[in-house]
């Protein structure tokens, strides 16, 4: 289902995509990513933002996998809101691809992409950064960290306190 | 109507959903902490129609709920 939205900054529709993707991002999927640009020789710089699955200790068990689901209709309307905001901001930008993971994916995998080109490089390092952290603030994604003893705690991108939230 | 649950709501519930009747928000999160154990020491949000509310409204039944636990993308 595609439905079209409008830019009321810019003019410009953006339509609902789905950002997500079945397991690990391949580094083969980056590069023909990279490749498909050849052909826009307005474009003079891009930012790529590479999410990696990190193995954090959590009381003396490393994690080894991170399950990733979400709330996959509102995720894909959030993101469109925020490639809105960011085309508002940074009009120069040519376009921008956001790529996130569902399902398990290991440690040392990548999990999320963002990728903005655009004629000059300041426009896609400032729109890569600005995408990057809304994502993680605002895109209902749920992280479940697998530790080495086959237990799990739930991951949170909120500052950590232990006296409201577990892990 | 249906509430959606997520991440560690819909493991403490056992279940990806659930199918609830309330009249605003504060009743049918009274409804679900009772049905729920443990959602209520929890930090979570609550969707109305994929927009998450901050204050008490009144419901029809015909919306789309979803408990939100902590993001964790990226």
């Not at chain 2, 009772?34 to 039944?61: C, M, P």
């Amino acid at each position: 289902m595609e439905q079209m939205k409008a830019d009321l900054n810019t003019g410009k529709k953006h339509k609902l995509r789905d950002i997500f993707v079945e397991g690990a991002i391949p580094a083969s999927f980056i590069a023909e990513s990279i490749a498909k640009h050849a052909t826009r020789t307005d474009i003079g710089g891009h930012e790529i933002f590479l999410g990696q699955v990190r193995s954090d200790v959590i009381d003396d068990k490393s994690v080894e996998a991170i399950e990733y689901t979400a709330y996959r209709e509102m995720a894909n309307e959030q993101m469109t809101v925020i490639r809105e905001e960011a085309f508002a901001r940074w009009p120069q930008m040519t376009c921008l691809h956001v790529h996130h993971s569902q399902g398990v994916i290991k440690a040392g995998e990548l999990c999320f992409m963002v990728f903005a080109s655009a004629p000059h490089r300041q426009q896609a390092r400032e729109a890569v950064a600005f995408v990057t952290d809304e994502v993680k603030k605002r895109l209902p994604i749920f992280g479940k960290e697998i530790l080495s003893n086959a237990t799990h705690v739930w991951k949170s991108n909120e500052p950590r306190d232990p006296g409201s939230w577990p892990g | 109507m249906k509430v959606l649950l997520f991440g560690i709501i819909a493991e403490k519930a056992n279940a990806g959903e659930l199918e609830l009747e309330a009249e605003s928000v504060s009743s049918l999160k009274h409804a679900l902490e009772q049905q729920i154990k443990g959602l209520r020491e929890l930090s979570y949000a609550l969707a109305v129609d994929r927009v998450i509310v901050h204050n008490d409204q009144q419901l029809t039944g015909s919306e789309e709920i979803a408990l939100l636990p902590p993001f964790a993308g990226g």
